[in-house]
């Protein structure tokens, strides 16, 4: 199936932004048996990686950052993403989410709807924390959080998924967000180098493939055709080969922007070596069945025990949150974990060729906000203290590139 992301006339910037927690990028190149969606995007697009300026220093790591201004965990890397700052500007150091300042450095779908009113903004999300700690604002027209620890990631995602399928075939959004972690989940269970880590990689892919689907239907109407999409594609950090992460290595450190839009080619084809039972359709008879609880088993001492209550906002499976026991502290599966004493060197990664297409230049997650800003054709204020860059759009690929 051919999917157009977009064209060469000029149009509505809209743009869609999906974040895949956890994602090593060497577990992403190493086969597009295992993620076809995203590769074809990437020889479509441009992508390119950098390394986290922060992690917590403990003496593991070689050429380590200078500074300990964070973890290398989910609450500082999705707060970079999406204020386009670094935790020194948006004070979040860890998973408690202590010190962080969205007044001042609000993410960039609050940004851009405060910049343009009447843009329709909405995000979606597995991580139940970055809407409960106000990563993601209140101004946002669409806000949906689905409860991954509750039910499990596989089945959050899903559900994700779903609504934001929704929304792209019924609604008109200008800019969304999406939040998916079940590959998150498998690193800190089995590890990145395991086979539920593919897995999951693979059904976040599928959930991709969908959602392009989707943008590319929209161009079939007649007002939607001069939309122009911009698919931006992310990871908050890396993981040991162990599982889990926190630290300063080069594994936990290493994090991939993959970039999509109508200045460079505009075809993919996600569908290349993709297993029949995740062709990207859209299975709505099956997502209308409730889902069942997730099965007990036990859990790692990183699991959020706050987060066991299930919160998804779907209604017919909303339930209060329960209150948490007096001095309870909570556990965070998308924290760091203690390493193993038998933990492998942390540069044993797979080093894989990267998918041809144009290379972004050390791509920063805080380059992520001014670039979604950028595309919505809203001008980076100066006041607003961003510290990313706006990325250049994609140059069409050549075979003899080096």
Request: net charge neutral.
């Amino acid at each position: 199936m051919r999917y157009d992301i977009g064209g060469e006339q000029p149009g509505r910037g809209k743009v869609l932004v999906v974040g895949m927690d956890g994602l090593r990028y060497d577990r992403l190149t190493r086969s597009p048996a295992h993620a076809p969606v995203l590769h074809g995007l990437m020889a479509a697009g441009a992508v390119g990686t950098s390394l986290l300026p922060y992690g917590e220093a403990d003496g593991q790591a070689e050429n380590g950052p200078s500074t300990s201004m964070a973890h290398t965990d989910s609450g500082p890397g999705w707060s970079s993403i999406l204020t386009g700052v670094w935790p020194d500007r948006h004070g979040v150091r860890g998973n408690d989410f202590v010190g962080a300042d969205y007044a001042r450095y609000p993410d960039f779908l609050t940004r851009a709807a405060a910049a343009r009113p009447g843009l329709r903004t909405a995000a979606a999300v597995s991580w139940p924390q970055l809407v409960r700690r106000g990563v993601l604002g209140p101004a946002i027209d669409r806000r949906r959080r689905f409860n991954g620890e509750f039910r499990g990631y596989t089945t959050a995602d899903r559900r994700v998924a779903r609504t934001v399928l929704r929304w792209l075939t019924k609604h008109d959004p200008d800019v969304v967000f999406v939040y998916f972690g079940a590959t998150d989940e498998a690193g800190h269970d089995t590890g990145p180098l395991s086979p539920a880590y593919d897995r999951a990689l693979l059904a976040q892919d599928a959930h991709l493939g969908r959602l392009l689907q989707a943008i590319d239907a929209r161009r079939s109407d007649p007002h939607r055709a001069g939309e122009r999409w911009t698919v931006l594609v992310t990871t908050d950090h890396g993981h040991l080969d162990s599982g889990g992460h926190g630290g300063d290595t080069h594994a936990e450190r290493e994090v991939f922007v993959i970039l999509a839009e109508p200045g460079g080619p505009d075809s993919i084809r996600p569908d290349d070596g993709r297993p029949d039972d995740t062709q990207a359709v859209d299975t709505e008879a099956r997502d209308r069945r409730p889902d069942s609880p997730r099965p007990d088993r036990t859990r790692p001492a990183y699991s959020r025990a706050a987060d066991t209550q299930p919160v998804d906002t779907e209604p017919a499976d909303h339930r209060p949150d329960s209150p948490r026991a007096p001095g309870a502290q909570p556990a965070d599966r998308r924290a760091h974990s203690p390493r193993p004493d038998s933990s492998p060197p942390a540069d044993s990664r797979l080093h894989s060729p990267r998918p041809l297409g144009s290379r972004l230049d050390s791509p920063r997650l805080i380059d992520i906000a001014p670039t979604v800003l950028d595309r919505l054709g809203i001008p980076v204020d100066p006041t607003w203290g961003l510290q990313g860059r706006v990325l250049p759009r994609p140059i069409a690929p050549t075979s003899d590139r080096s």
